[in-house]
């Protein structure tokens, strides 16, 4: 479907209060609306017809409902629907609009409304979805941060839903190239959760695009987060799985990818690591191991970027004896005692080096009295 009438301000006005109503319906939820629009059409098709029409398709108080004028409460909805959309980069896309995104138009049930604050164009770019833990390490958020803006700096946008740890690093790094990032949120446009992503969040709305399907006002809840992950992996080509343990919700997005035709891509870890779970159990059901950036890009036919996007800083201002500690530490937690075995550093000497390397950003201590080396 397309705009009907582009240039008739009052027939786009129609249009869209007809789209706004449909959705605040009381007992029309996403399959009955898209059940009703297969057989008429166009919302505005549906509250012309009659009740007798309608009662073929939903109860005889829905069919009242979408015969009737429009509630008072829609209408109070309706105004502050325009009032969003009077503020500057808010746009509000039913799919009948010619700038809503095409592959989310190829799902069961797109979408009655997508809610946007930023560069609406993006949503239509090539994309790849970058998701994984809320409680990341430093190394999954260093790979997340990473991966993120060789992504964008090939040209493909990063898409992820706002949420702490590695949703959060992707879009900070999909800032930096000029891809960009889109977040999908799983709460109202006009609500930010969670509030530490706040200033990323104006950030993004200003660089980038914030999107949602969810009804403004909309608080967070549990269950809006999945219906959230289908639109993360609808707008995208591809998903990337950075760290993620057994059970997260990143499955969850991976899942949809691969049911949607998506490719599925995942960072491997340590076998020791709870937040490698989920990426191994991806990939031995068929996602593909990711270690640099070329293994995204080249299969899907954008030139390489690996060897410039992912390059590692020296560890500047590391003395000799921090050099050979983190030779020694590697990229496996391991705990001081063992360390101070394999470096051969007394326990005192040992603390004051992990220390300064910890305050310099090379090493992560994790849970358990564990020690990490993170590659930047």
Not at 6 to 33: H, K
Not at 50 to 60: G, K, N, T
Not at 191 to 210: D, S
Not at 322 to 342: H, I, M, T
């Amino acid at each position: 479907m397309q705009d009907t009438d582009p240039a008739n301000p009052a027939s786009q006005a129609a249009r869209l209060a007809a789209w706004v109503r449909l959705e605040q319906t009381p007992g029309v939820g996403s399959a009955t609306a898209h059940h009703l629009l297969s057989r008429f059409g166009t919302p505005q098709s549906i509250f012309s017809a009659s009740h007798l029409a309608l009662r073929e398709f939903v109860s005889d108080s829905v069919a009242r409902a979408l015969c009737g004028s429009m509630p008072d409460a829609c209408a109070a909805y309706l105004d502050s629907v325009h009032d969003w959309l009077a503020q500057p980069g808010h746009t509000l896309l039913t799919p009948d609009h010619a700038a809503f995104p095409p592959l989310l138009r190829q799902l069961a049930m797109p979408p009655l409304l997508l809610y946007a604050a930023g560069r609406i164009a993006l949503l239509s770019a090539p994309a790849v979805a970058v998701v994984g833990s809320r409680n990341a390490t430093g190394q999954g958020v260093a790979n997340a941060r990473a991966f993120a803006a060789a992504l964008s700096a090939a040209g493909l946008t990063v898409v992820s839903g706002l949420a702490l740890g590695i949703d959060a690093a992707a879009h900070d790094g999909g800032l930096r190239g000029r891809g960009s990032t889109v977040a999908v949120t799983g709460t109202g446009a006009d609500r930010i959760y969670p509030r530490r992503n706040e200033a990323l969040a104006r950030r993004i709305a200003e660089e980038g695009c914030m999107v949602s399907e969810y009804p403004l006002g909309t608080g967070p809840s549990p269950g809006n987060f999945p219906r959230r992950n289908r639109l993360i992996s609808g707008l995208c080509c591809a998903v990337l799985v950075v760290e993620a343990a057994a059970g997260s919700g990143s499955l969850i997005t991976a899942k949809l990818a691969a049911d949607q035709g998506r490719d599925v891509f995942a960072i491997p870890g340590s076998i020791h690591a709870p937040l490698s779970k989920g990426c191994h159990s991806l990939i031995r059901d068929g996602a593909t191991l990711v270690d640099c950036v070329d293994d995204i890009l080249i299969p899907l036919q954008v030139a390489p970027l690996a060897s410039v996007a992912m390059a590692v800083p020296e560890c500047g201002g590391c003395d000799a004896g921090q050099l050979a500690l983190l030779d020694a530490l590697a990229y496996e937690p391991v705990g001081a005692d063992a360390l101070a075995v394999l470096a051969g550093s007394e326990p005192g000497v040992l603390a004051g080096q992990l220390l300064a390397l910890e305050l310099a950003g090379h090493v992560e201590r994790l849970p358990g009295g564990l020690f990490q080396r993170v590659k930047r």
